[in-house]
């Protein structure tokens, strides 16, 4: 079979179009945009960020119930937080820190907020893209919500990883 040459003029690739931001303000350079974060993250330009912040879904939306300002309420938060089991919410993990490491500068970092239910996974996923683990920091909630069940310790902490 004869080898094919290699196409020495491949097509640019089709750059997706960003939203209309949510939120601007001019003065300060801030934009918001909502919707999917692959999404909008591909369409953003390779180093473009010196910092991210991020607080991926906790996959908790289970049909449970909470405490909010004193009120018993629905922990369902929409599809988005519904757990499609350890493996894939890890592949997603990945996924979106993937996507944040490519608009990254060089010496760009980043900062995940978390709860037990996902922060390991996301650690993980981390080292598994090379990030360099800076810091864990321990945010301390003030007023948590109470733990309705009485069978576990009350969730008072979250955890941020701070990584480059």
């Given at each position: 079979?004869?080898?094919?040459?290699?196409?020495?003029?491949?097509?640019?690739?089709?750059?997706?179009?960003?939203?209309?931001?949510?939120?601007?303000?001019?003065?300060?350079?801030?934009?918001?945009?909502?919707?999917?974060?692959?999404?909008?993250?591909?369409?953003?330009?390779?180093?473009?960020?010196?910092?991210?912040?991020?607080?991926?879904?906790?996959?908790?939306?289970?049909?449970?119930?909470?405490?909010?300002?004193?009120?018993?309420?629905?922990?369902?938060?929409?599809?988005?937080?519904?757990?499609?089991?350890?493996?894939?919410?890890?592949?997603?993990?990945?996924?979106?820190?993937?996507?944040?490491?490519?608009?990254?500068?060089?010496?760009?970092?980043?900062?995940?907020?978390?709860?037990?239910?996902?922060?390991?996974?996301?650690?993980?996923?981390?080292?598994?893209?090379?990030?360099?683990?800076?810091?864990?920091?321990?945010?301390?909630?003030?007023n948590p919500p109470?733990?309705?069940?009485?069978?576990?310790?009350?969730?008072?902490?979250?955890?941020?990883?701070?990584?480059?």
């Amino acid at each position: 079979m004869p080898k094919s040459s290699p196409n020495l003029n491949p097509p640019a690739p089709v750059a997706q179009q960003l939203p209309a931001p949510v939120f601007e303000d001019k003065k300060h350079l801030i934009k918001i945009f909502q919707g999917d974060c692959l999404d909008i993250l591909a369409a953003l330009p390779e180093n473009t960020f010196d910092l991210i912040f991020a607080d991926p879904p906790y996959f908790l939306s289970n049909n449970g119930i909470t405490c909010h300002a004193g009120r018993m309420v629905s922990v369902n938060k929409g599809k988005w937080d519904v757990s499609r089991g350890a493996g894939a919410n890890h592949e997603f993990n990945r996924a979106w820190l993937a996507a944040c490491q490519r608009v990254l500068k060089p010496n760009g970092s980043i900062w995940v907020s978390g709860t037990s239910h996902v922060i390991h996974s996301v650690g993980f996923a981390m080292q598994q893209l090379d990030f360099k683990l800076l810091n864990d920091i321990s945010w301390v909630k003030p007023n948590p919500p109470p733990n309705l069940s009485c069978r576990y310790f009350t969730h008072t902490t979250e955890t941020i990883i701070w990584a480059q």
